[in-house]
């Protein structure tokens, strides 16, 4: 499973067509995001995405959870979207 990191600044539609890209390629895709803004990011991909993948007859569901990561040897805790087709 291909797993997309999301940032405050991360464009929404670039990411919506890496989301589009990998659920057509792969079926599933999962979206890990640290704070506010990059769950703000996340969450707008994921709206346009499912209008992207919407002519093809998939609709999209998003199974939010947590998850701990180190980054630069500090555990962070982000939150994951696993988006995948109904």
Do not use: C, W
């Not at 007859?57 to 555990?75: K, M």
């Amino acid at each position: 499973m291909e797993t997309l990191k999301v940032s405050a600044h991360s464009k929404t539609k670039a990411l919506a067509g890496a989301i589009a890209g990998v659920i057509r390629n792969e079926g599933v895709v999962e979206l890990q995001a640290i704070g506010a803004g990059s769950v703000n990011q996340a969450i707008k991909a994921i709206a346009i995405a499912r209008g992207y993948v919407a002519p093809n007859g998939l609709n999209l569901i998003v199974i939010p959870s947590f998850v701990d990561i180190t980054i630069n040897d500090e555990d962070r805790t982000a939150i994951k979207f696993t988006v995948e087709p109904r």
